[in-house]
């Protein structure tokens, strides 16, 4: 019940951006490679992110 009052974590933060870059990133290679390519890359980078705060 108070699991809505709870906040996310920085490392819950990361996952999910994380996540939708990949998605975009999937999304996009169909259509534009460029922003696709650019999307990946981001992502590497919050995952890199992430690594340090494990």
Known sequence: M??????????????EKYEKL?????????TNRKMSDQKAFEADEVMKQ?????
């Not at 990949?22 to 169909?30: E, G, H, M, P, V």
Request: glycine fraction near 0%; aromatic fraction near 10%.
């Open 22 to 30: 990949q998605k975009d990133s999937f999304d996009l290679s169909t």
């Open 2 to 15: 108070f699991s809505i009052f709870k906040k996310k974590t920085e490392k819950e933060k990361l996952q």
């Open 50 to 54: 992430l690594e340090k705060l494990k």
